[in-house]
């Protein structure tokens, strides 16, 4: 597949795309990734992007003429999922990472500043917000939305079942994860991962799961049943 990030800093994505898991996934064209500069979509000779909100108010807005021509550029088909970053979005979930996965291509668009003159809603498919807080701008949220796509695309993790078994695949939380030494600052690994049964290890895995989804994000269990722990 290939994912395009329109952006007004390109350089902001120079190191996090060659690292780690995302670094590979291009090297071996499991993903085709472009960043594209909305700057040189801009006219004029100073290649302004941004102007003074109508009506007044703090801050500048960005011209919707240059992102608009940098999509128009980038985007193959209809079915290209076009992504406005913004906050008035709905709130980004794995679902959504693994409906993204389903499209050739994935187009995301950075707001910054005060955003984007709200007219460039007409040509995006998604609008998605990655939290309820503020950023510098969609650049983050951006490289976040594009990792998590990147990751579920077949090949790109090498162990299927590391993909499989994460939190919120099955609307839960990951359980605890241990490694050696067995005992560490006078705290030990829990017996049942060291017992080798590996019926006991799941059954407890997924009650822990269930339990700690429970305890931090219970919102998460509108399809899970936790009085069936036991």
């Known amino acids: 597949m290939r994912i395009d990030i329109l952006t007004l800093f390109p350089m902001f994505f120079d190191s996090p795309l060659k690292v780690s898991i995302i670094n590979r996934a291009v090297e071996h064209r499991k993903v085709e990734l472009n960043v594209v500069n909305i700057r040189q979509y801009a006219k004029g000779r100073h290649k302004t992007c941004d102007d003074r ?5 703090p801050g500048m807005v960005m011209i919707a003429e240059p992102v608009y021509k940098a999509l128009k550029a980038v985007r193959k088909n209809k079915d290209t999922a076009v992504v406005l970053l913004t906050p008035q979005g709905e709130v980004y979930t794995q679902h959504h990472a693994r409906m993204f996965t389903q499209k050739n291509q994935v ?16 040509y995006v498919t998604h609008e998605i917000s990655v939290g309820d807080y503020i950023l510098s701008g969609g650049e983050s949220a951006a490289l976040a939305v594009a990792d998590s796509i990147i990751r579920l695309i077949p090949g790109v993790v090498s162990n299927k079942e590391s993909v499989v078994h994460e939190s919120f695949t099955d609307t839960t939380l990951d359980w605890p994860q241990y490694t050696r030494p067995r005992k560490w600052r006078g705290v030990s690994v829990p017996k049942v991962l060291l017992s080798g049964n590996h019926k006991h290890i799941e059954t407890w895995r997924k009650k822990v799961s269930l339990e700690l989804t ?13 009085k069936n722990i036991k």
Do not use: A, Q, T
Request: with cysteine.
């Open 53 to 57: 909100p109508f009506g007044g108010g």
């Open 107 to 122: 187009v995301l668009i950075c707001g910054h500043y005060e955003g984007i003159d709200d007219r460039i809603r007409k």
């Open 214 to 226: 429970h305890d931090r994000r219970p919102e998460l269990l509108k399809k899970k049943s936790y």
